[in-house]
Nanobody, 119 residues
C-alpha cells in the first residue's frame, strides 16, 4: 500500500522558514521522481518543485526559486522541501507526490499539509 505522509507544516510569520517532510512507503522510492505541489484557496494546483531519482536533477517554480529547495534521502525514503523567506502568497496546502514521469502528473499523492504565512 502506497503511502505519502507530509509533516512540518503550520503557521509562520512572513520572512520565516519551514521544512516540509514527506515519508514514503509501499513502492520503490528510489525509482520515482518526487514532487511538491501546492494549492491555495480559490487557485489552481501549482507544481512547486520536483527532483530526480538520484537527487541530482531538480526544478523549482519561478515563484519559489531561490527561496525553496527540494531534496531527498533514498536511504530513508524521505523527500523534503526547505522553505525560506516565506511570503503570505506561499500560504497553501502542500502535497507530496511520486511519479514515474518527469513531465506528467504523479501517480501517487499524499493527503497534504497546510502552510500559513501570516503575521
Amino acid at each position: 500500500q502506497v503511502q505519502l505522509v507530509e509533516s512540518g507544516g503550520g503557521l509562520v510569520q512572513p520572512g520565516g522558514s519551514l521544512r516540509l517532510s514527506c515519508a514514503a512507503s509501499g513502492f520503490t522510492f528510489r525509482s520515482y521522481f518526487m514532487f511538491w505541489y501546492r494549492q491555495a484557496p480559490g487557485k489552481e494546483r501549482e507544481l512547486v518543485a520536483r527532483i530526480g531519482e538520484f537527487g541530482v536533477s531538480t526544478n523549482h517554480a519561478d515563484s519559489v526559486k531561490g527561496r525553496f529547495t527540494i531534496s531527498r534521502d533514498n536511504k530513508q525514503n524521505m523527500v523534503y522541501l526547505q522553505m525560506n523567506s516565506l511570503k503570505p502568497e506561499d500560504t497553501a496546502d502542500y502535497y507530496c507526490a511520486a511519479g514515474t514521469r518527469w513531465n506528467r502528473l504523479p501517480e501517487y499523492w499524499g493527503k497534504g499539509i497546510q502552510v500559513t504565512v501570516s503575521s
